[in-house]
């Protein structure tokens, strides 16, 4: 039996799918990277990845692409509201933010693994600003 090749359909809960299932790109475990990413966004802004077209205003309706917009905008009150533990911690808030923008990247091969997601949430390895997750932002780094 070839055991070298394994096909399979897409798998996952709509927002949370990384893009290289629609991509026919191979499927490693940087898609788990992409999907704890879009958790832990949700968890920062208390919103779901994905809003109903129907009840968004279009903008809005992709968390990591407006996330990453209000961030790079210099707007991240917006993304946590009047959450004050968030807003007396703004620098782990950046760096949660910056974690997750890590691992929401279009391309794997940009994302980091989980051992260094972990090393850059408890501050072993310093967080940079990440590229542009998202195609269609209108914010370019």
């Known amino acids: 039996m070839d055991q070298t090749h394994t096909k399979t359909s897409i798998r996952g809960t709509k927002g949370y799918v990384a893009p290289e299932w629609f991509r026919n790109l191979p499927v490693t475990v940087k898609v788990d990277v992409y999907s704890f990413d879009v958790l832990l966004l949700e968890i920062i802004c208390c ?13 809005n309706s992709i968390l990591a692409y407006w996330a990453y917009d209000s961030y790079v905008g210099g707007i991240m009150e917006v993304l946590i509201g009047d959450e004050m533990e968030a ?8 760096k949660f933010l910056m974690v997750a923008f890590r691992c929401i990247q279009g391309d794997p ?33």
């Not at 807003?87 to 950046?94: A, G, K, P, V, Y």
């Not at 090393?119 to 600003?129: A, C, W």
């Not at 590229?131 to 932002?137: E, M, Q, T």
């Open 87 to 94: 807003i007396n911690n703004i620098r782990n808030l950046e």
């Open 109 to 141: 091969n940009l994302r980091p693994t989980m051992k260094n997601v972990i090393h850059m949430v408890e501050g072993v390895v310093q967080v940079t600003v990440p590229p542009n997750p998202s195609p269609f932002s209108s914010i370019t780094t």
């Open 47 to 59: 919103r779901r990845s994905v809003v109903d077209e129907e009840n968004g205003d279009g903008y």
